[in-house]
């Protein structure tokens, strides 16, 4: 017997309508790229989405035709988030940190026929523009005017008529949105979210122990929304009908630090590397910002060290969340919240805690694999991490490669050793690649990173492995100090002492100006592994 409810879609369109009805005073601020703002409501954004989604139709694209963005967190962005889907057409965001290379590849892959693009990035695709698919090129920019040669986006809204839109009626199941994994394993590859999973994904997002977006929040996401979505966090925030701050390009910790206190974010989200140089901003001054109003920093893409966790607590009374989650996975699974009985635990343990990546979000289910078999949730032992669920990928879009990487029964396999705890905390090890085999055993190249990194004089740390004739591989942490602060590898490695054993330390400490990073901010160890592809380590 089937339950008598009605047959209810769960579509972006859904959202724009909610947004129309109920929030249609609330604000959406962004940052032109001479850093002054752009200020509008929720009518307006919802009059100018629906304007583009008829304005795209009349161009004569077919259902699920796809439509790329290169462009920064703006309200423009922010349009084609909801105009392109409910058009019924695909929103494939592009990352412009990307080689030219992997662009002209994703955009050739996904078959892209129109591309709309920040005025700040249009060079971005000289070398390849006329090599690809694209019928049409619109420039998003502050006055309206488009480079020569392509077309402005002001112009195609102001041609399109609002009163030509209608609230269509998709499938819940179809694609809204094209994603690419940035490439650190091989070439890119496109998870194709559905309309389904981005709505799911959204309340999921707006749960207590998700996110816990809601009206009341002002929302600042750091995380670009040409990568994964930006966490999805424009669409949550567009669901509860939060007043949204768009950075545009501007993401240096000043100019974050006056958005926070200006607009009075409530809620903000990034990856680690960020949120490490705000708050060495803030060490550096903390009575220059007031964020008083900030009640939680989402913190995720890589892991943040327990350090930055405190430090963000201890001095200046900032909590934050750290979050995981892979492309793949639409992309937030985990949350880390402390549970009602950790919150009686002592401070160190609530920061263990806290350090995690977090337990599943409802609807996401977890297992780790190990050599033998599914691992005990014992916090101890290590395997890889699979996950299901209704926004998980089940295939990548239109290649067969990586189909090892989907079980027969159903699940994801996401590259990343874990540990479970019995509440079902994920931790996470390493990503696959990254674990150092010394011996026989395996060092946690992350457990000896957000170590180092704890130490006062650091500002970033990675370790990667060195090839080594006795033990197979031995750890090298490569470094990078603060501004004007000295250590030396010994400092360094006595500062580890007692949280690893002897075997575990790093056999040698490389101090650089700077550590690689992929295109969303996370160190790329491929090219320092390339970096150091010859080093010798003095004693061996
Ligand atoms: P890629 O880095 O492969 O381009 P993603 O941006 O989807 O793809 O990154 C997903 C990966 O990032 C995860 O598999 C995991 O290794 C890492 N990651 C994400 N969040 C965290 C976190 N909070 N802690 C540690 N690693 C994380």
Redesign the pocket.
């Known amino acids: 017997m089937k339950g008598l409810i009605q047959d209810y879609q769960l579509t972006l369109p859904a959202i724009l309508r909610r947004a129309e009805d109920l929030y249609g005073k609330k604000e959406i601020v962004s940052r032109n790229p001479d850093k002054s703002f752009h200020r509008y409501t929720y009518a307006d954004f919802v009059r100018r989405t629906k304007k583009l989604a008829v304005a795209l139709g009349e161009l004569g694209l077919e259902k699920g035709d796809r439509v790329a963005t290169l462009a920064w967190n703006t309200y423009q962005h922010l349009e084609a988030y909801f105009g392109v889907p409910t058009a019924g057409l695909v929103l494939n965001t592009v990352n412009p940190r990307l080689s030219q290379n992997d662009l002209s590849y994703i955009l050739d892959h996904a078959g892209d026929k129109v591309l709309l693009i920040d005025e700040t990035l249009v060079e971005l695709i000289d070398g390849f523009k006329d090599e690809v698919d694209l019928e049409h090129i619109f420039v998003f920019s502050a006055d309206g005017s488009a480079p020569e040669g392509l077309e402005s986006y002001e112009d195609l809204l102001e041609g399109a008529d609002e009163a030509d839109f209608e609230y269509p009626e998709l499938d819940e199941t179809d694609a809204a949105a094209l994603c690419y994994?940035?490439?650190?394993?091989g070439r890119?590859k496109g998870a194709l979210y559905s309309h389904r999973s981005v709505c799911l994904h959204s309340f999921a997002l707006a749960a207590a122990d998700g996110l816990g977006i809601r009206e009341r929040d002002v929302v600042l996401p750091v995380v670009p929304m040409f990568?994964?979505n930006a966490w999805g966090v424009p669409f949550a925030s567009t669901m509860v009908g939060a007043k949204q701050v768009m950075p545009g390009k501007h993401l240096d910790p000043e100019s974050l630090l006056e958005d926070y206190e200006q607009e009075r974010v409530t809620f903000t989200a990034g990856v680690p590397t960020v949120f490490l140089a705000v708050l060495q901003t803030l060490d550096g001054d903390p009575e220059a910002y007031d964020l008083s109003r900030m009640r939680s920093m989402a913190?995720?893409?890589?892991?943040?060290p327990e350090s930055m966790i405190r430090g963000f607590d201890e001095r200046h009374g900032l909590s934050v969340v750290?979050?995981?989650?892979?492309?793949?996975?639409d992309?937030v699974a985990t949350v880390c919240h402390l549970t009602g009985e950790l919150l009686e635990a002592p401070e160190d343990e609530q920061y263990k805690y806290r350090a995690k990546?977090g337990f599943p979000l409802p609807f996401i289910e977890i297992r780790g694999r190990g050599d033998e078999g599914f691992i005990p949730w014992d916090g101890e032992a290590m395997g890889e991490l699979e996950v299901r669920g209704p926004w998980v990928a089940n295939s990548y879009f239109n290649t067969e490669e990586g189909s090892d990487k989907f079980t027969e029964d159903g699940w994801f396999k996401?590259?990343?050793i874990v540990t479970i705890e019995p509440r079902g905390y994920v931790e996470?090890r390493d990503?696959d690649k990254d674990l150092v085999k010394s011996g026989g055993e395996w060092i946690s190249s992350?457990d000896l990173e957000n170590a180092i990194m704890g130490h006062e004089a650091v500002a970033e740390a990675a370790v990667i492995a060195i090839p080594h004739e006795k033990w197979d591989e031995r750890p090298l942490a490569v470094v990078v100090l603060k501004d004007g602060q000295e250590a030396t590898a010994e400092d360094l490695l006595s500062h580890l002492e007692g949280d690893f054993a002897k075997w575990q330390l790093p056999d040698a400490v490389e101090f650089v100006d700077e550590i690689p990073r992929?295109a969303?901010g996370?160190f790329l160890k491929m090219e320092l592994r390339e970096q150091f592809k010859d080093y010798q380590f003095a004693q061996s």
């Not at 913190?299 to 943040?304: C, E, K, L, Q």
């Open positions: 994994t940035s490439g650190t394993t890119p990568h994964v913190i995720g893409g890589s892991a943040a750290h979050a995981w989650g892979m492309t793949e996975t992309p990546q996401t590259g990343d996470i990503r992350v992929t969303t996370k």
